[in-house]
Structure formats: C-alpha cells, structure tokens
C-alpha cells in the first residue's frame, strides 16, 4: 500500500523564480525524507504551483482569503505557492 505526504511553502512572486523553485522543491524533499521512516518512491514526486493573494487579518496573521467582516485590508501580498507531494511505500 502506499500514502501520500505532502509540504508546501509561499513564496513572494518578486522573488519567485526557476531558481527559487528548485531551491524549495529540494528543502521540501529533504524535509519530507528527514520526517518519513518508510520508503519513498523517489520518481513520484509531483510538484505544483498556485499563484494567489495573501492578505493580513487583525492579528497580523496572512491569510489565503479576503477579510469578510467589512473591514478594508490594505497589506495584501502575491505569493506563489508551491507544493510537493510523494508516495511512500508503508504498512497499512
């Protein structure tokens, strides 16, 4: 049987690039096999990307969707969030 695991991380688009992508891909990775005791399939790793709009609530908190309560946001931010998901081979 397999599972999947997953790690994602937002990244600001002004410093988003091809560069950047692999960068976090690989600490992603490499954070997901530190954490994992069973074996990962290595050619099964998939990797998305979203582009969205972050915006800062009361608290200071980022948040993925508008403020609903009436209130205006004016710290909004652009991110690209990537996210790399894997399977592991593992006792069900």
């Known amino acids: 049987m397999t599972k999947r695991i997953s790690a994602y ?8 690039d091809e560069s950047m992508l692999n960068h976090v891909v690989e600490l992603m990775k490499d954070s997901l096999r530190e954490q994992v ?3 990962i399939l290595e050619d099964k790793w998939k990797i ?3 582009r969205r709009t972050l ?5 200071g908190v980022w948040e993925s969707h508008q403020i609903e309560d009436g209130r205006e946001t004016k710290d909004s931010l652009e991110v690209m969030t990537v996210t790399v998901q ?3 081979l ?3």
């Open 86 to 88: 894997g399977e592991v």
């Open 37 to 39: 005791l069973d074996v």
């Open 55 to 59: 915006f800062r609530n009361g608290e």
């Open 9 to 16: 991380v937002n990244v600001a688009i002004e410093d988003y």
């Open 90 to 92: 593992g006792d069900m």
């Open 48 to 50: 998305e990307e979203n």
